[in-house]
């Protein structure tokens, strides 16, 4: 267990309407990331972050930010969600000096 | 451009006999190579990796091979159990501490066979 909690665990959301996703860590690792998981598709990178503050793009940018207040925290939002941000996402953080990375329990996000 | 490649989308196999899945890569600067097991509606978790520098990793049933010159690598589960039947994640990550980012494949669906 990484001590890795996302919030909320399922959400439905209209077309338009802001949403932000939170990823919470209990071990103060410094790099967090967000992916989203489609059929065909995998996991892809949306975001990530090396530090408080600290954030970069992923691979499927387009239509969120990130935000990194606190270690603890990784804040993903759509600022205006559309159908094709239907998916699952996944937090994961990487401790320091290893490639391996741990993953969340994952937000099911529909957007009607 | 899918720099990671799980071609199978799905495998069915005994249980008690050998998995075996498989990945390609296409990147050469891809170093370090990892297996992710995801169950429904849980998190993908770590299962095993292996560096450029080997050509095998073996951890109790699992056992991960890397032919670097075919940019291929391949995991092996022997015996099948039930327990075994998830999506398998191939990843790839260039070594080069500091924002390294993982690149998946689309996943392969293991059902193993009672």
């Known amino acids: 267990d990484a001590g890795i909690t996302q919030s909320p665990r399922h959400k439905v959301t209209e077309t338009g309407t802001p949403v932000t996703l939170r990823c919470h860590q209990t071990e103060n690792h410094r790099y967090m990331y967000w992916y989203r998981q489609d059929p065909g598709h995998g996991l892809r990178l949306i975001h990530y972050s090396y530090g408080v503050k600290d954030t970069d793009k992923g691979e499927v940018s387009d239509g969120y930010s990130v935000s990194r207040s606190k270690t603890e925290d990784f804040l993903l939002t759509l600022e205006s969600a559309t159908s094709s941000q239907t998916s699952v996402y996944f937090c994961?953080?990487?401790?320091?000096?290893?490639?391996?990375?741990?993953f969340g329990p994952g937000t099911r996000l529909t957007v009607t | 451009d899918q720099q990671v490649k799980q071609n199978s989308p799905s495998l069915s196999v005994q249980e008690g006999r050998i998995s075996i899945l498989n990945c390609d890569y296409t990147?050469?600067?891809?170093?370090?190579f990892l297996w992710y097991k995801k169950y429904p509606a849980e998190g993908p978790t770590f299962l095993i990796s292996?560096?450029?520098?080997?050509d095998k990793n073996e951890d109790g049933r699992f056992t991960v091979f890397l032919n670097k010159s075919a940019k291929h690598l391949s995991l092996h589960i022997v015996p099948s159990q039930p327990g075994d039947s998830a999506v398998y994640f191939c990843a790839a990550s260039p070594i080069n501490f500091g924002n390294e980012k993982l690149t998946f494949g689309t996943g392969t669906r293991l059902t193993i066979i009672p």
């Open positions: 292996i560096s450029s520098i080997k």
């Open positions: 994961a953080i990487r401790p320091t000096g290893v490639y391996e990375q741990y």
């Open positions: 990147n050469s600067m891809f170093d370090y």
